[in-house]
């Protein structure tokens, strides 16, 4: 029930976060955007019965970015640059955590095919 509860609001606040952006009205887009992450964190810790601890750090930090990205001056603006990038390399220690085999000769190859696609 509760992870019915919580994929009800994480659509309800992605399309209510849209409605925002399709027709720019920006009070929907100040209180919805960095809900999502919210909503997204109470989706995820409902839904996964042994929750990864660095995910839901990585989503809070991401939430944090978010918010301050939303204000003006360069304060606001460098602390949500460095919540980002925490989230991120939160991210990337959670996808070398999973890769039990790793392997610099499929990081290499993995890379370049992406670089040739672009």
Same mark, same amino acid.
């Given at each position: +029930?509760?992870?019915?509860?919580?994929? !009800?609001?994480?659509?309800?606040?992605?399309?209510?976060?849209?409605?925002? =952006?399709?027709? *720019?009205?920006?009070?929907? $887009?100040?209180?919805?955007?960095?809900?999502?992450?919210?909503? $997204?964190?109470?989706l995820y @810790?409902?839904?996964?019965?042994?929750? *990864? @601890?660095?995910?839901?750090?990585? =989503?809070?930090?991401?939430?944090?970015?978010?918010?301050?990205? +939303?204000? %003006?001056?360069?304060?606001?603006? @460098?602390?949500?640059?460095? %919540?980002? =990038?925490?989230?991120?390399? =939160?991210?990337?220690?959670?996808?070398? *955590?999973? *890769?039990?085999?790793? %392997? !610099?000769? @499929?990081?290499?190859?993995?890379i370049n095919?992406?670089?040739? !696609? !672009?």
């Amino acid at each position: +029930m509760v992870k019915k509860i919580a994929l !009800f609001a994480f659509i309800l606040v992605s399309v209510l976060d849209l409605i925002g =952006l399709i027709f *720019n009205i920006e009070s929907l $887009l100040y209180v919805f955007k960095p809900f999502i992450l919210l909503a $997204l964190l109470f989706l995820y @810790k409902s839904s996964v019965v042994d929750t *990864n @601890k660095w995910y839901s750090t990585a =989503l809070i930090f991401s939430f944090f970015g978010d918010v301050f990205l +939303m204000y %003006s001056g360069q304060l606001p603006f @460098k602390i949500g640059l460095i %919540s980002f =990038l925490i989230a991120h390399i =939160l991210f990337i220690k959670i996808v070398i *955590n999973s *890769n039990k085999k790793f %392997s !610099f000769l @499929k990081i290499l190859t993995a890379i370049n095919t992406f670089g040739i !696609f !672009f």
